[in-house]
């Protein structure tokens, strides 16, 4: 049977969000029924809002979540009702051509529910990310279930289904930063302070915050920012060179995804360094750079998708990491919140005043 829950769609390009009935239905093959405790506000969530993934609406919003599974379809082997878990989007198929080199963490045929959610009247709601987790149930593909340690609070634990797990990936993963580097990160929300750390747990020696919003550098400090730079008032490529011996960073981050900071990115790293953009362009940007300097600069310009992770390996590392009190993912949790507040969570958002708002239901 059907049941109807409480959820947060988007009806509509840039409407405000509403809170109303959503009908969730039994799990099928490969699904997972899942009772939501906890989901970040994602600045994602935000651009789908404003139609800017795509024109799918209306849509339920919500993708940074962890919860305790309800019930699960027939075949479903590897998970059971009561088992803690934390919501991913990349549900490897181990079949397309990025798993089939041993490269699932790129899976390009990931998996979702089968079955669609939808309002009570028919109509089917296209969920964020595949997930759908501003709702008190939500369906999903087994596949994005990752068990992990049940004593890890929701809240924290959700912000690993992708805000925090991109960011820390972007440094672990994409970047592999290594002990002893200089790593600058541009654009310090819940991502790229999750990059910042990311960079302090594998041993970087410098980390440079950059943003434009000085609140947002203090608390980048807390993260392991050893320096900071206000892009409005210094020059982003010589504040980098001024703190790296002259040369740039090893690594840059763009956890923006503007061409004005890639091409910040672009520019302070050192020779032959790395480039990750994390951020998430808007569809109608473009960037020019001379070809030259592409080649005459070297190294690697990289996109971090969800921090190039595998859920089933990082999650329950991480969460463990976070329970030993070596990953401080507390911190991310800015306030939570209810259902009915993920608007003014937006507007908070769009303020600069939190790093994470995150339901609790
Ligand atoms: N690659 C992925 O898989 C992935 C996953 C999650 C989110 N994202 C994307 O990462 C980006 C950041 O997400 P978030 O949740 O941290 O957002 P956020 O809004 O919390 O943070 C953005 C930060 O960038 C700063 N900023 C804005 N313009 C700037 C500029 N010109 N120079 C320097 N700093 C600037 C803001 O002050 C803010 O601190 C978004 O584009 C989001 O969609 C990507
Ligand atoms: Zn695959
Ligand atoms: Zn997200």
């Avoid at 490969?30 to 849509?59: K, S």
């Avoid at 050893?226 to 060179?241: I, K, P, Q």
């Avoid at 763009?254 to 890639?262: F, I, M």
Wanted: proline share 5%; net charge negative; charged share 20%.
């Amino acid at each position: 049977m059907a049941q109807d829950v409480r959820g947060v769609i988007a009806r509509s390009k840039g409407a405000p969000v509403e809170v109303t009935t959503i009908r969730v239905p039994e799990p099928g093959p490969g699904e997972a029924l899942v009772r939501v405790q906890a989901c970040g506000v994602c600045h994602t969530d935000l651009h789908y809002r404003e139609g800017g993934i795509n024109d799918d609406f209306p849509f339920l919003l919500g993708h940074e979540a962890a919860g305790v599974v309800e019930s699960v379809g027939p075949d479903v082997r590897d998970l059971a009702a009561d088992d803690f878990v934390v919501l991913n989007w990349r549900a490897v198929c181990g079949r397309c051509r990025a798993c089939s080199r041993g490269e699932p963490w790129y899976c390009f045929s990931t998996h979702n529910a089968t079955q669609r959610m939808t309002l009570t009247d028919g109509t089917p709601l296209a969920a964020a990310l595949g997930i759908g987790a501003f709702a008190e149930k939500t369906l999903v593909a087994a596949g994005q279930c990752t068990k992990v340690d049940p004593s890890v609070k929701p809240e924290v634990a959700g912000l690993l289904g992708c805000g925090v797990m991109a960011g820390l990936g972007a440094a672990l993963n994409t970047a592999a930063v290594r002990r002893g580097e200089t790593v600058t990160v541009i654009g310090c929300g819940g991502v790229g302070d999750a990059a910042i750390l990311g960079a302090a747990v594998a041993g970087a020696r410098t980390v440079i915050a950059v943003d434009v919003d000085d609140r947002k550098l203090e608390w980048a400090k807390q993260f392991g920012a050893t320096h900071t730079l206000n892009s409005r008032a210094t020059d982003v490529v010589e504040g980098v060179r001024g703190l790296t011996g002259g040369f740039g960073s090893d690594v840059v981050i763009d956890a923006v995804g503007h061409p004005e900071t890639y091409r910040q990115a672009f520019y302070s790293r050192d020779l032959a360094g790395r480039v990750v953009l994390v951020g998430v362009p808007r569809p109608d940007v473009t960037i020019e750079l001379p070809l030259l300097d592409v080649f005459g600069r070297g190294g690697s310009l990289k996109s971090s998708w969800y921090g190039d992770c595998l859920p089933s390996r990082d999650f329950p590392m991480l969460v463990d990491l976070h329970l030993q009190g070596r990953l401080p993912l507390e911190k991310f949790v800015t306030e939570t919140i209810g259902i009915d507040q993920v608007e003014q969570a937006f507007e908070k958002m769009h303020a600069g005043e939190v790093l994470r708002s995150v339901v609790v239901l």
